[in-house]
């Protein structure tokens, strides 16, 4: 879906038009996602132009404020718990400012108040902003909170909720 790997279906259509090899950076360049397993990178490429402030009020509403700081378009340290480096991964998505954001496994090593504020606050915050979200997740406490609900076992859909 992402253009990461070449389709081995009938193709990958994006608003209407089929996506061949010329046209996967377009692609591409819809989404945002954190994969479960992710890089984080100090600086963020291609945004070089982000607002310093902005970043660091997200830093702080992700609770590391006293563990980095965004300043002269770095970092200050990528030496954080896993769950920290996802926040800090999540921010970068939210410079990004695409229209889908794919989450795999982001919850999963948050502890449990930022757990509740990825799904109570963060994911419905996305929404009202017009972004489509996809969350992909073995959490069953929060499903209430999705639009939908597609269940896969196998890599095949057995069922969806709405």
Known sequence: MTGLYPSACAGVWLNGEQVRPDTVARLRSVFSLVMSDFHLFERLYGYEAADP???NQWIDRMGLAQK??????????????TGQRKRLALITMLVEDRPVFIFDEWAAEQDPHFRDVFYNELLPDLRNRGKAVISVTHDQSYLSNADMVVRLEYGRIVATET
Do not use: A, H, M, P
């Open 68 to 81: 980095v700081r965004f300043e002269n378009g770095t970092f200050s340290t990528r030496k954080l718990s």
């Open 53 to 55: 402030v902005q970043i």
